[in-house]
């Protein structure tokens, strides 16, 4: 069997395909700890096996069937289940499927399912890898929304644009009259490799944009471990140095007892007192930075009020939460519930648990509040006057539980609010 300008083409395009799919694949799903050679081995006998069925068969039904086949095979090598597999299979040939199809009706008519196949076009074949992987690169932006990790909006339409224009201006060049095979050839070269510059770029614009998100993610985590240790250090120093005082307080306690000045002695008893009490309150030890940060800070501000503050907390150091994340969600419900507490006379109370359980990330937070509570559209909203301002903080707290796939519940009772938030983890 000879091998002509088209069959060189096509093997070409599916080893695009490859790249497609692979991209495609870790869109959604990891790939499986230390199954790296058996992922290119996976990628490699579709490589083979879909050439082979190609040259030998090349009936539409047959061809399906083959790509449905050994992309469940790459499949395997990705951490989901079996169900997973199926679906993602399914969903990364659909695509592709329905690309091709579209590029073929634009390109070639009267199709039969069992029949040979006997397509052509080198520019259709080209054309619709082009197009699959435009695709591809929507998909892509669409999780990373989700994910918030959305690329600028200008850089996302300049990388995108350039394949549909280019593909705009083949479908144009070969519709044109008097264009010799060789010149289609070399146009669809062209074009190939201006993408391939393009996917280039975007992907070097991606990762470095991502790299200056860690970045500022990290810089955040600093400040977040400063705010920490600075807030330990002054608690260590006052306690030092309360404990330095404390047999020259107790001498002198001593001495005024000896002398019967019992309502002097109380009354130092009472400044001692009320001396302590302003020293610096560390509310969580977990050792966990972001969370320890956030709940010493907020709770810290409201130390010399009238609140009675209970703080449960229990998490590993490292969480697979971005430090962003968490700031969103216990620095929105916090200020919630201080507010609430503010706002009342007399004593009250605040109840904060943090726990860690089977991948699950639990955030119980409650507190008394005046009993005012407004509804809209059947969610709680703010009762502030300015609501777009302060009505952001549950609507961000929302965003972050859907981006974990969590749960958010807000319950008020007759004069307690809770505030109870799960995130899955790994």
Same mark, same amino acid.
């Given at each position: ?39 290119? !081995? /996976? +990628?490699? !006998?579709?490589?083979? $096996? ?30 989901? $289940? ?5 679906? /993602? ?5 659909? =695509? ?18 069992? #029949? ?9 074949? =080209? ?90 993610? /990290?810089?955040?985590?600093?400040? +977040? ?61 977990? $050792? ?10 907020? *709770? ?15 998490? &590993?150091?490292?969480?697979? =939460? #971005? ?16 507010? /609430? ?19 699950? !990330? ?8 005046? $009993? ?37 519940? *807000?319950? &008020? #009772? ?13």
């Amino acid at each position: 069997m000879q091998m002509t300008l088209y069959d060189i083409v096509y093997l070409l395009a599916n080893l695009f395909s490859l790249y497609i799919y692979k991209r495609m694949m870790s869109v959604f799903f990891p790939l499986k700890h230390g199954a790296k050679k058996q992922a290119i !081995l /996976a +990628y490699s !006998l579709y490589f083979v $096996g879909t050439g082979i069925v190609h040259f030998l068969i090349d009936i539409p039904i047959v061809m399906m069937a083959a790509n449905l086949f050994f992309l469940l095979i790459i499949a395997r090598c990705y951490e989901v $289940g079996i169900r997973k597999q199926l679906l /993602a299979v399914i969903y990364v040939y659909f =695509v592709s499927f329905a690309v091709e199809v579209l590029m073929t009706a634009l390109t070639m008519t009267n199709i039969t399912p069992m #029949e040979k196949y006997g397509y052509s076009n080198i520019a259709g074949i =080209v054309l619709c890898k082009i197009l699959y992987f435009f695709i591809v690169l929507m998909i892509e932006n669409i999780v990373k929304v989700k994910k918030h990790h959305s690329l600028p909006l200008g850089l996302f339409l300049a990388s995108t644009s350039i394949p549909i224009m280019t593909i705009i201006i083949e479908v144009l060049f070969q519709m044109s009259s008097g264009v010799s095979q060789s010149t289609i050839v070399i146009s669809v070269l062209v074009i190939f490799f201006i993408n391939t510059v393009v996917f280039f770029l975007y992907d070097s614009l991606s990762a470095s944009y991502d790299k200056q998100l860690k970045s500022a993610i /990290a810089e955040q985590e600093r400040a +977040y471990y400063y705010n920490q240790c600075k807030l330990m250090q002054e608690s260590t120093e006052d306690v030092r140095a309360f404990r330095h005082d404390l047999n020259n307080h107790l001498f002198l306690l001593q001495n005024l007892m000896n002398d019967g000045k019992v309502k002097e002695a109380n009354q130092y008893v009472n400044e001692l007192v009320q001396k302590h009490q302003k020293l610096k309150t560390v509310y969580a030890a977990t $050792g966990n930075a972001a969370i320890d940060s956030i709940l010493n800070y907020k *709770l810290g501000n409201v130390s010399n009020l009238d609140v009675h503050i209970d703080v449960q907390a229990n998490v &590993p150091t490292e969480l697979n =939460v #971005e430090i962003v994340d968490l700031s969103v969600i216990l620095t929105n419900l916090l200020d919630n519930a201080l507010t /609430a507490v503010t706002e009342l006379e007399g004593e009250s109370e605040l109840t904060v648990k943090i726990t860690y359980q089977k991948g699950m !990330l639990l955030f119980h937070i409650s507190n008394r509040y005046n $009993g005012r509570i407004q509804y809209e559209n059947g969610e709680l909203v703010t009762t502030k006057k300015e609501k777009d301002e302060h009505g952001r903080g549950l609507r961000n707290v929302r965003d972050v539980v859907e981006k974990y796939q969590g749960i958010l519940q *807000l319950k &008020p #009772e007759q004069d307690t609010f809770i505030a109870e938030v799960i995130l899955y983890v790994a």
